[in-house]
């Protein structure tokens, strides 16, 4: 796959220009782990700005850098095609269709049906239906790298669709 994210005016730079969704996606983007965004005195829309002036730590498509910067990159990318959020994207494209009633960002269903993710000392309790990641809690609780929940029922219905090959008009 040689297409490169040049549809994100955030990687036209030099060193991003040629990154490809598919480096993206298999995390050889050559970009960081991680950053604490959540600790910057920013907004969180200026996120994928400050991904695109972060230094790469590898030549693109050279290494393998498991990256939450380049999955918050490409849920950018997917609000940016769909023109809309990716959380409204999945529920109509993805769980809608495969009956997944249970699967969501920042569920406000019954959180006793999630396992815990951490225990929150600030609380004292376990996180349930809450993202454990500071990151994706401060962009709101939707990312592309954190923050969806689901139960076993749904993702039964989920490994159903992938055992079927891509199928699911009759999930529902």
């Not at 297409?3 to 036209?12: D, G, I, Q």
């Amino acid at each position: 796959m040689t297409e490169s994210v040049f549809f994100l005016e955030e990687f036209t730079k030099e060193d991003k220009k040629d990154i490809t969704v598919y480096q993206l996606l298999t995390h050889t983007s050559g970009l960081p782990a991680s950053r604490d965004f959540y600790k910057e005195s920013i907004e969180p829309k200026e996120i994928p700005r400050l991904i695109a002036t972060t230094s790469l730590q590898a030549s693109p498509g050279s290494k393998v850098i498991y990256s939450d910067l380049g999955f918050m990159m490409l849920y950018k990318l997917i609000e940016k095609i769909a023109d809309q959020r990716l959380d409204v994207v999945a529920k109509r494209e993805l769980f809608e269709p495969l009956g997944m009633k249970e699967t969501n960002f920042n569920p406000n269903y019954n959180q006793s049906r999630f396992a815990s993710m951490e225990y929150d000392e600030a609380s004292g309790s376990w996180l349930r239906g809450v993202v454990h990641d500071e990151n994706a809690r401060f962009m709101g609780g939707i990312s592309g790298h954190a923050g969806l929940f689901s139960t076993a029922t749904d993702l039964g219905n989920y490994v159903s669709m992938l055992r079927m090959m891509g199928c699911f008009e009759t999930m529902k």
